[in-house]
């Protein structure tokens, strides 16, 4: 067993290397190990690697003087190169201070973008980063939402696990309990529009037209738009932080051991619920946005009720609240997929349910913005 390397010109700390006939490598550390006689240089080591020989493990052999914390640097450096070549690193002889030491380091992998090269811009590899992330999130939503389908014919046949008592609940959370909310705000959209539009409408003398304007825009777009993000950040983080929550108690896991599908379980009722509430819930904004219209059209502009509810009604056509609701159905869907999905992602902590509530809701509205616009081209192109 030849010596390959020995640091000898200084006293302390001292590393020699040695290459065994078995393809190992045995590192031993002796001598003071402070901070003020420097850290070792892994060099050596990394050199003996680097001749491409294959090397079965490293052994570390320490017979300390005396040691700091340059002793734990040293050796996370050298764990570090080791796990970087799949290599074993078997480490005897260590204080056992510095064997506690080791082991909390090691314990838990570094954490991803914490070290000094992650705080660095590259906008390429950004790019690069952002668009495999989104190609992967819309190859997992496609998935999931075959699943949902899958098991929504699993219910049509009778033969899904499905709770018929957790669909009544839910149904109670995504519509009656919303309603408080959904008032609030389509009422307060129904009078902005209606101001917005007196504004301008005032200097043609046509402030009845603002009824045109509350109509349209609330039967087209505002009672669907608003619904659908009112829902996402209420109902759509619900399902995540439930799920989430269900995820790191290891529910869902024994659900999955007892033969339990969990998209039959958990999914599947809170889903057909929020499609379910989500349109009349769109309709019920749809007649707010209407009724705060007619509070500032009859209050404000001297526009008789009667002269309202006319104009009103001729302004717009059952085809609009047909377009609204579509949007809105399809507005539950994303939703609630969004929801019960990343809370079945979500990690096993509260760290983790929190983050996943966020991409619960970010990704709700996200999507009901995209869908919106598509269903704009799609409409205009239709001729609707």
Known sequence: MALLWSRSREPDPRVAV???????????????WR??????????????????DYIAGITVNAQLDGYDSSLIAFLLKLHEVCALGDIPLTLTGLPEGAQRLYTLATAVPEREGTDKKG????????IGKTTLRAVKEGKDWLNFLGAITVSMLRLFRGKAQFQHRDFLLFVQECGAQALPIVTIISLLIGLILAFVGAMQLKQFGAELYVANLVAIAMAREMGAVMTGIVLAGRTGAAFAAQIGAMQGNEEVDALSTLGVSP??????????????????????????????????????LDVTGAAYVNQTMNAVKLGDFFVGLAKSLVFGIIVASAGCLQGLRAGRSAAAVGDATTKAVVTGILFIIIADGLFAVLLNLLGL
């Open 119 to 126: 705080l660095g811009f590259a906008p390429l590899t950004a």
């Open 35 to 52: 901070v003020a006689q420097g850290v070792a240089s892994l060099g050596p080591i990394t050199q003996e690697l680097a001749h491409g």
């Open 18 to 32: 040695e290459r065994g006939s078995d393809r190992c490598l045995r590192i031993t550390l002796t001598g003071e």
């Open 263 to 300: 998209v039959d379980f958990l999914v599947l009722p809170r889903v057909l619920a929020l499609v379910l509430m989500t349109p009349l819930l769109c309709l019920y904004a749809d007649v707010m946005g209407l009724i705060g219209g007619y509070i500032v059209s009859v209050g404000i």
